[in-house]
């Protein structure tokens, strides 16, 4: 999806910063490309934006799978990352985190948002992306939000999403973790029926210095500060 979605954030924190955001390649008003959607294409788009705006350095948030593109920007180009936050990663670390917890190392991103009831997204999108988008804005009150970017998650190429699908490498970024070097916070809602807890503390766990804060009742996207968290 492109920029739009991050709409609610950017009026949140234009009023004390400079924000940046752009389409990714592939979608909105950025060039569609047949082909170049690995994770380092996508790192030398975010550097081209940092280049072009006169961004010497940044505070990177990324969500989902944006938090692949942040890693390794943070991992590769250390001196124009002044801190990282990374919202609900989906990300396999191998390994043990608190309590013994088997971190899983061999799904793909797809299959962990995919349950029993969920829609095929190569054969059918538009349900699927109904049904997913419900899944992400999981608390109360969530329908506008989920209309909204539902409206916008239907605009998407979806031969691009099928191109991008067959050269990601979901292993690539969990190598880097242990190469971040500026300050970093990890963000969960505890309620994200998408993502296991357990995957979210490995990637806490492998960023040297990380800290990790847990949002009690809020999903994939948290919409608003909650009452309390942990």
Known sequence: MDSRVVRHQ??????????????????????????????????????????????????????????????????????????????APPMDVA????????IPTESSDEDRSAG??????????????TWFIGEVFSEPDSQATIDEVVSIAREADHAMLLQQAAE?????????????????????????????LASIKGVAAGIPGARLMLLDGLGHRPRYPPAGHR
């Open 95 to 102: 390994g043990r985190v608190e309590g013994d917890v088997e």
């Open 116 to 129: 029993p009831s969920a829609p095929d997204w190569r054969t059918d999108y538009p349900a699927y992306v």
């Open 168 to 196: 990601l490498d979901w292993d690539e970024a969990p190598r880097y973790l242990k190469d971040v070097r500026c300050p970093t916070l990890v963000v969960h809602g505890a309620a994200d029926r998408t993502l296991e």
């Open 10 to 87: 950017v009026e949140g924190l234009r009023d004390r910063f400079r924000v940046l955001t752009y389409d990714a390649r592939g979608s909105g008003t950025s060039d569609h490309p047949p082909d170049g959607y690995r994770f380092d294409d996508h790192v030398a788009d975010a550097m081209a934006v940092l280049d072009a705006s006169h961004t010497s350095t940044a505070a990177l948030v990324a969500g989902s799978l944006g938090t692949h593109v942040a890693v390794l920007v943070a991992a590769h180009h250390p001196v124009r990352v002044a801190r990282m936050v990374l919202i």
